[in-house]
């Protein structure tokens, strides 16, 4: 994960956590103040933030092709998600889908096409210029500063955040939510999993993103936990304006969170539209659900 330089307003709000200041004390954490996002059942589909109140920016993907030598991964694949805006990419295993993320997040350099966001090219990063931009990309395994605590874990993100004062304010809620404020003072690797990932999730809110693309984040967590999920990209949505990508294998979360999918198999996008229809498509059923149903015989 990528931090840009710091602030003196971030510091100062890092330097009072880091004294051991409890996060709620930053804001208001009472239920009212806490619409939207404690619960999936709160999450609307659409677009929330009002084109005034926008602080993201709209990615869009244009034509792009990625081979490896004679290894052709994908080729003439296009999509725009706009601020506020949820997309899902969903495939059989080796479609390309991560390839693609690392695509646009600038890990790697497309054969073919561009991507813009907020009508700059931002074509091939690198990641550390991207992510500086606002695109941020989150990954299967867990990433957290690894030897250090909670707090100290998320004093560092802020302080090597986009320099944002509020960024402790927009923290807090998903600290409390995902039930990680008992656990300020342990060694993130001591955490169970689920909680590691949680904490992950937290440093990404922490970059202030305007693109935020999530590689399986339900990938590990059992499934009592996945609802926080429901919870992280509501927040991020109506927060920070963030156009969302979800890599995602889990197609109840895929069907709850994405107003719209992109479905990749064999090289190109196979289907896009709205999930309920994509799902029920007979070829989209054979490259991709019907994989899945063997795999799990």
């Not at 659409?46 to 993907?61: C, N, Q, W």
């Not at 941020?136 to 955040?161: D, G, K, L, P, Y």
């Amino acid at each position: 994960m990528m931090f840009a330089s710091r602030s003196p307003e971030s510091e100062k709000d890092a330097g009072a956590i880091g004294r051991g200041t409890s996060l709620n004390v930053l804001e208001d954490l009472s239920p009212g103040n806490l619409h939207g996002v404690m619960g999936p059942r709160n999450i609307e589909r659409t677009a929330v933030v009002s084109p005034e109140d926008r602080k993201g920016a709209t990615l869009i993907v244009e034509g792009i092709r990625k081979s490896f030598g004679g290894l052709h991964v994908f080729s003439d694949v296009s999509f725009t998600v706009a601020p506020g805006e949820v997309l899902g990419i969903i495939g059989p295993n080796g479609a390309g889908k991560t390839t693609l993320i690392n695509v646009v997040c600038g890990m790697l350099r497309p054969s073919a096409g561009r991507v813009l966001l907020g009508g700059e090219d931002i074509t091939g990063g690198p990641i550390h210029a991207s992510s500086r931009r606002g695109v941020i990309r989150s990954f299967q395994q867990t990433n957290t500063f690894r030897n250090a605590t909670i707090r100290e874990n998320i004093s560092r993100a802020v302080r090597f955040s986009r320099g944002e004062s509020s960024a402790w304010k927009k923290l807090s809620p998903l600290v409390e939510a995902f039930g990680l404020e008992p656990y300020l003072s342990v060694q993130s690797d001591k955490l169970p999993y689920g909680l590691q990932k949680m904490l992950g999730l937290v440093l990404v809110c922490a970059t202030s993103p305007k693109v935020l693309l999530l590689d399986e984040p339900a990938a590990g967590l059992e499934h009592r936990e996945r609802p926080r999920i429901d919870i992280f990209v509501d927040h991020m949505r109506r927060e920070f304006g963030c156009a969302v990508v979800i890599v995602e294998h889990d197609m109840e979360l895929v069907r709850r969170l994405c107003p719209r999918v992109l479905v990749l198999d064999s090289g190109r996008v196979l289907a896009e539209g709205d999930p309920a229809e994509v799902l029920s498509r007979k070829d989209v059923i054979d490259a991709y659900l019907g994989a899945v149903d063997e795999e799990a015989r």
